[in-house]
């Protein structure tokens, strides 16, 4: 079972210390892939690679395809090509595939030049697939037999094919001399079956396969649909390329609803292991977002200057009224970027209640820059005595956004990163923690904190 | 494959009327139980019901456990006790829970004195699990062998045992005399050992099982994390009570997200298909999130009231400004959540762009209820002349903010639901259209409505 985490990391910390690779691999044995990749990013880069190079070749590469996306581009960029070559030979060829999506084009070819040249060439194949289409995901490790093959040809052939640790063998495919997916029966009727029954009379026709250029996410909504274990690639001349099996399948649909969720709170970017991402990729993925809201939303206070500067006197408005939808505005979307990016994480995992100190730096690391960055574009764009780019208002008046924009955006983070993981600490459900709640929480507080500093600042 | 939907439904419709069982079932030859598990909610109730009861039981069964749970509910009130009982018969009994768990307490308990009293004590042991634990996932129907067996015995039993389709033999389970897990070892293992090698030799003892309480996500996730197809479940003494299997896990985790991303976007409720809910029921799901968040949105009225009210003249606003956080917030918070119900059946491929008219109706009419509700209270509350509860504000405002709710709301609603399915319709992700693009948008444009109605009112 899992390891506690905290005491499992300052466990690889000291490990990455010891030169001797005998007992680095003696104290991990037994350790699955899955949780030391859960561990090793939360590692310093030197310490993790350490490690990593000093185990078994072989484990080393399932660890390696188990690891975040980010952390693998870190590790490949440290790792000498033969090393990589190696990792590349060990895997199955869906594995495979995953880790050379990561590399360069140059440092793809240099690789793909020292690996046997069969693989070499099936990576090329599966390489010329769309970027996430389901060929990507063909494993070639599936039982096939001749229609004609009989109950003990096919047990006869099972057990003496080499044996592959990684795949399954519930299902076993027919296919004619020209690879022509003719049926598929399982190998519960296999055991069933009288020893002279040929493949051909226990097959089933009505197949479910998928192309290989289907998106990789509708493939895998197709096999969640029918609660298949593995569904066949086929071409469309029907010859049979391989298996999409579903552990795959679990890991796109995961990651595809990472990134919707993501999408949904304004975050743009893949689904990537959040304590993977360093302050600055945290920046990226979401300033874009929130200048773009940001500029939207100055229509909203266009919207306000055109009824509150004109004629009516009734609805005259104070030009501090001007920036409220601006304000609650990005405090709003800045707090629900964040809710929703820590909320999934602590969905999948990623992150525990623990992590709050870690976070909360990283966070307001992050919301700094942002919102020195909005602050910064408030405060010209209040002022500017330039038509359609500036509003031309008064000095203070700009003085007073530009140092309420960053302020709100960081009071924003906070109370979005903190509630979700308050709330999983005394066990209600992150995720009513939602982004309107926290959206509203801040409007109010954020308000308070906008006319605090007008009080002081507008009269200037 | 999948059967055009719009053309299958009409079909179905047809057959409803067709009293002959036999034309029914042979019409319905060949198609999956989860094709017809999607069509049959876009029907009257009364035509998926006749349809439903002139199928083979066993087909019907299987149907069932795939629809969504409210049409199940909607069903299982139409059919008499003897043929629920009939369906709990034939089904595995981690479907049997599925369907039991929608009945009444009183009709459950008339129900299981009818089935025969083995699985009617078994479904009651499994439901004696605390809900939403993996204990209620229960599959009994797993490979079981003692320590001691040989390769031809496990074979031998195999072959003898009576043949159930549902489920899968990848995994052995080895345990003792008492039920404990001892080991498992793969099908593939079986097939490639010595006929004398005995079970104990040939299984790892290395197993990760989970307890019968633990919560079914928190399995799923495990399930997923080590890409499993089965998981044993244990009891605390060590006894083996079944398997959880991958493909409830699947359907777990994707009821999980969609909880977590409705939540987000503040829609209450467990996850339930889009068109299997009534208007009545959708309203239900929204307005009290909707409410809640305009109490508190009244919060930062107060802010703005305090303020703009207050001794310093640099500050003071119109009272038309009181009201911009909790009108702009109304609109946000009623388009983001039709627009994250959206684009979560866009992308459980619940709901196609097709259906656009049909979601637009019922959209609409739910906005108007809504809408009608929050422009009732949003009336009374800004004109009461009540410390406290109401603003007393003059009755000419009163209405303005009455009438402004209910038409932000219907517009937000008509944009966040149609901009994901324009967004589908043209091959851009939906998940782009996000929530805070659309809060933002309906920002600018709520504001004109709101100017436009208080131009032509506040002066009467």
Redesign the interface.
């Known amino acids: 079972?899992r390891t506690d985490d905290k005491t499992f990391v300052d466990e690889l910390r000291s490990l990455a210390k010891i030169e001797d690779p005998e007992v680095i691999r003696e104290h991990l044995e037994?350790i699955?892939p899955?949780d030391l990749a859960e561990a090793l990013p939360r590692l310093e880069l030197q310490d993790g690679l350490a490690i990593l190079q000093r185990m078994d070749e072989e484990r080393a590469a399932y660890v390696l395809v188990e690891l975040p996306n980010e952390t693998v581009r870190a590790y490949l960029d440290e790792l000498p090509d033969a090393t990589v070559a190696h990792y590349l030979d060990v895997l199955p060829m869906d594995d495979a595939i995953e880790i050379t999506e990561e590399l360069s084009p140059e440092r793809r070819e240099a690789i793909l030049q020292v690996i046997p040249e069969e693989d070499a060439s099936e990576i090329e194949r599966l390489l010329a697939y769309p970027d996430d289409s389901v060929g990507r995901r063909i494993t070639e490790d599936f039982v096939r037999v001749r229609p004609e093959a009989t109950t003990s040809d096919v047990?006869r052939d099972?057990?003496e094919k080499p044996?592959q640790e990684y795949e399954?063998?519930?299902d076993i495919y027919v296919l004619d001399d020209a690879r022509h997916l003719l049926g598929v029966f399982?190998?519960?009727r296999l055991?069933?079956a009288d020893p002279h029954s040929t493949a051909n009379e226990m097959m089933m026709t009505?197949v479910?396969s998928v192309p290989p250029d289907m998106h990789e996410e509708e493939a895998a909504?197709l096999m969640?649909?029918?609660?298949f274990?593995a569904m066949p690639i086929v071409d469309y001349r029907g010859r049979m390329l391989g298996i999409f099996t579903?552990?795959d399948?679990?890991?796109i649909?995961?990651e595809?609803?990472t990134?919707?969720?993501l999408?949904?709170?304004?975050v743009s970017g893949d689904a990537e292991a959040y304590l993977s991402l360093s302050t600055l990729q945290l920046v990226k993925r979401r300033v874009p977002?929130l200048l773009g809201?940001f500029v939207?939303?100055s229509?909203?206070g266009?919207?306000?200057r055109y009824?509150?500067q004109g004629g009516?006197s009734?609805?005259?408005?104070?030009p501090?009224?001007f920036f409220?939808?601006l304000l609650?505005?990005c405090g709003?979307?800045s707090g629900?970027q964040v809710?929703?990016t820590i909320?999934?994480s602590l969905?999948?995992?990623e992150i525990k209640s623990g992590d709050w100190l870690r976070i909360m730096r990283r966070e307001m690391a992050t919301a700094l820059i942002s919102g020195a960055i909005l602050g910064a574009i408030g405060f010209v764009r209040t002022w500017l005595p330039v038509p359609i780019l500036g509003w031309n208002m008064q000095p203070s008046l700009a003085l007073v956004v530009g140092l309420t924009l960053p302020a709100i955006v960081l009071w924003a983070t906070t109370v979005g990163s903190m509630l979700p993981i308050m709330a999983k600490r005394v066990g209600i459900?992150p995720?009513?923690m939602?982004?309107?709640?926290i959206?509203?929480?801040v409007?109010?507080t954020g308000?308070?904190i906008y006319?605090e500093i007008?009080?002081r600042l507008?009269?200037m």
Chains 1, 2 share one sequence.
């Open positions: 079972m037994g699955r899955e047990l099972l057990r044996e399954m063998i519930n399982s190998v519960r055991l069933r009505d479910i909504r969640a649909r029918y609660g274990y579903v552990d399948a679990h890991e649909l995961e595809a609803d990134q919707d969720v999408a949904l709170g304004a977002w809201l939207a939303e229509l909203t266009n919207v306000l009824y509150g009516d009734d609805l005259k408005l104070n501090l009224a409220i939808p609650i505005g709003g979307n629900s809710t929703t909320t999934r969905a999948l995992g459900d995720a009513v939602s982004a309107p709640f959206t509203t929480f409007d109010a308000l308070v006319f007008a009080r507008i009269k």
